[in-house]
């Protein structure tokens, strides 16, 4: 205990003394340069507050463990809540995500895809293009909307729905990916080859799911 040895003698001071000791030790120069966050003298405060508490049959010596428990929680709530903002930035910040921001509606990425091709921005042309047959599939539930997915995700998926387009699917994956982040320029030709893609993919019809036989019916022979 801080200052607590008289002639020789330890003695064991009651609270106010302890409190009074620290207090006299937390008065040197050295303490007073050193100034405590606020965060610390706020739960210094409401530690205080709380050992002041007394209950009758149990006194004060439950503030001990309710102390450690509230620190706890405190820490669990801290922890939870910053969780969910580094989850959804993650996905946010995948590096290959074929979309950046929230739902856009398909049309509205062929319109900007057309005014960047008319204009010779190829290379947003393209994305935008792209884009927008994403959605479209998204659009005619063809495929689910799923944040954080990647070009060659989705022509896998959307493959397994129109097979008829799955290597023009897969082509114009690997154009938006190249243009995106392989940092390759896109051309006019590149622009209406993914223009021709959105055209085949917008008159294909899903495949027909398998039906399974009927039980008792003939199984045809090999």
């Given at each position: 205990?801080?200052?607590?040895?008289?002639?020789?003698?330890?003695?064991?001071?009651?609270?106010?003394g302890a409190r009074e000791l620290l207090a006299r030790e937390l008065a040197g120069?050295?303490?007073?340069?050193?100034?405590?966050?606020?965060?610390?003298?706020?739960?210094?405060?409401?530690?205080?507050?709380?050992?002041?508490?007394?209950?009758?049959?149990?006194?004060?010596?439950?503030?001990?463990?309710?102390?450690?428990?509230?620190?706890?929680?405190?820490?669990?709530?801290?922890?939870?809540?910053?969780?969910?903002?580094?989850?959804?930035?993650?996905?946010?910040?995948?590096?290959?995500?074929?979309?950046?921001?929230?739902?856009?509606?398909?049309?509205?990425?062929?319109?900007?895809?057309?005014?960047?091709?008319?204009?010779?921005?190829?290379?947003?042309?393209?994305?935008?293009?792209?884009?927008?047959?994403?959605?479209?599939?998204?659009?005619?539930?063809?495929?689910?909307?799923?944040?954080?997915?990647?070009?060659?995700?989705?022509?896998?998926?959307?493959?397994?729905?129109?097979?008829?387009?799955?290597?023009?699917?897969?082509?114009?994956?690997?154009?938006?990916?190249?243009?995106?982040?392989?940092?390759?320029?896109?051309?006019?030709?590149?622009?209406?080859?993914?223009?021709?893609?959105?055209?085949?993919?917008?008159?294909?019809?899903?495949?027909?799911?398998?039906?399974?036989?009927?039980?008792?019916?003939?199984?045809?022979?090999?």
């Amino acid at each position: 205990m801080i200052g607590a040895v008289a002639a020789g003698v330890p003695v064991e001071p009651d609270r106010a003394g302890a409190r009074e000791l620290l207090a006299r030790e937390l008065a040197g120069a050295e303490y007073r340069e050193a100034r405590a966050p606020w965060l610390l003298r706020a739960w210094n405060w409401f530690a205080d507050r709380l050992a002041q508490v007394e209950v009758p049959g149990l006194g004060t010596s439950w503030t001990g463990p309710l102390l450690v428990l509230v620190l706890v929680a405190a820490v669990a709530v801290a922890v939870l809540l910053a969780a969910g903002p580094v989850r959804r930035q993650a996905r946010a910040a995948r590096p290959d995500a074929v979309f950046a921001a929230g739902p856009v509606p398909a049309e509205e990425h062929f319109r900007a895809a057309d005014a960047a091709a008319a204009a010779g921005r190829f290379d947003e042309a393209v994305q935008e293009r792209f884009r927008g047959l994403v959605r479209s599939l998204e659009e005619r539930v063809l495929i689910e909307r799923r944040p954080g997915r990647t070009a060659h995700e989705v022509a896998d998926e959307a493959a397994a729905a129109l097979p008829g387009c799955a290597g023009e699917l897969r082509r114009a994956a690997r154009t938006f990916d190249d243009v995106r982040y392989g940092g390759r320029g896109a051309s006019a030709a590149a622009d209406a080859d993914l223009r021709a893609v959105v055209e085949r993919v917008a008159a294909a019809r899903p495949a027909a799911p398998e039906r399974a036989p009927e039980p008792g019916a003939p199984v045809a022979a090999p």
